[in-house]
């Protein structure tokens, strides 16, 4: 009998989930609220696939996964396009640094460390390149809206629904089992629902009495106007992670998680830009387009949650901050657990129970 699955939350994560169920034979339906394709989170990531940031072997095992499915998915769903353009980091005083380089390099990471001179061959129109760095050639950048399409048209290609402008208005229980949703023009039935739906989870699961430990900071973002290339690959420099787009629009944010945009976000936003022109040679030329504020669901530990929710039969839950890097490892890798295939080892350590609470 074909599985129903219904997935509230069409950003990165919902799309990953949305072809590896679809692509498993399973009954596909993805909700979400908004009218817009990606969500809320996905549109204002800076959308880095990486391994090399710190983590916990658990979590760097995970996302090392994650960086070898999006290669394979870059083979198999058309127009993903990824940019696997490399990072280059000296975002780390330098002792820091080099403990970090002799770490990763020694957990098989290709990564290396080089001068000011290999620095300025790689990226040339930094105006002060570092005198000693991180070089990691296999990072890469996705075009994050953009990657949602493609992934929901690619499920929609193996029988998935999407249907935005759909927002959930409560889970339907019965019996201590999750049976569908409710939303503003009726009930869904189910025999699974995935809630990856970011911040959402929180209200949706506190509604069922239960508590998620979820923060929610924000991350401002500046965006220029389209530029000539400018960046080779990934930047990041203390105080300041920048990027080029597809279209050649410089994405900067304080880190790779954005800003704190405090009380006057379109000064911080002003302040940030003005810092990215400084930064690059020709950035004078620069014009800011807009800024973008995005809230980011991050559970409360740092590390992902996905699985079965404890005493809620047929309620798969997924959250996590690094949603663009590890959205093909918890797609691929939730809908085998959800299809019968089996948990695999990788998700072990991020059971979503250790976050959640009875209210």
């Known amino acids: ?22 692509e498993a034979g399973a009954d596909v339906r993805v909700l979400d609220a908004n009218r817009e394709v990606g969500g809320t989170a996905t549109p204002n990531s800076w959308a880095w696939i990486n391994a090399s940031w710190g983590n916990a072997p658990d979590y760097l095992r995970l996302r090392r996964d994650s960086m070898l499915k999006w290669r394979d998915l870059d083979r ?32 098989g990471s290709p990564m290396r460390l080089i001068d000011q001179a290999e620095a ?10 570092p005198e000693l760095a991180v070089h990691v ?3 890469g950048v996705v075009e994050p809206v953009h990657a949602v399409e493609r992934l929901l048209e690619a499920a929609k290609t193996l029988g998935a629904e999407v249907l935005h402008s759909t927002g959930v208005r409560w889970l339907i229980v019965e019996k201590g089992r999750v049976t569908g949703v409710m939303t503003q023009e009726g009930p869904l039935q189910a025999d699974v629902v995935v809630l990856a739906a970011g911040t959402s989870c929180t209200t949706l699961l506190k509604d069922v009495g239960l508590a998620l430990a979820l923060d929610e900071p924000p991350g401002l973002l500046v965006h220029s106007a389209p530029a000539p290339e400018m960046l080779n ?33 379109r ?26 504020i995005g809230y980011r669901p991050t559970p409360r530990d740092g590390v992902s949650a996905i699985g079965d ?10 959250v996590s901050h690094s949603g663009v890097t590890l959205a093909p490892a918890l797609g691929a890798l939730g809908a085998a657990d959800i299809t019968g295939q089996g948990r695999h080892g990788l998700l072990t350590p991020f059971a979503p129970d250790r976050l959640l609470s009875r209210t």
């Open 137 to 139: 050639a296999d990072e």
């Open 267 to 292: 000064k911080a936003a002003e302040e940030l830009f003005a810092k990215m022109q400084d930064f690059l040679g020709g950035g004078e030329l620069l014009t800011l387009e807009r800024y973008t």
């Open 1 to 22: 009998m074909t599985q129903r699955v219904l997935i509230i939350g069409a950003g990165i994560i919902g799309a990953s989930f949305a072809f590896h169920l679809a």
């Open 309 to 318: 929710v404890p005493g809620l039969a047929g309620l798969y839950l997924c």
């Open 120 to 129: 300025a061959r790689i990226e040339p129109l930094l105006r002060h390149p």
């Open 233 to 265: 690959g990934l930047v990041m420099a203390p105080e300041l992670h920048v990027r080029q787009t597809a279209e050649g629009r410089l994405v900067a944010g304080s880190d790779f998680a954005g800003t704190d945009p405090g009380d006057n976000p």
């Open 76 to 107: 198999r769903v058309p127009g993903l396009n990824i940019n696997w353009c490399g990072g280059l980091l000296w975002d780390l005083p330098e002792a820091e640094l080099r403990a970090y380089a002799a770490e990763r390099i020694g957990q």
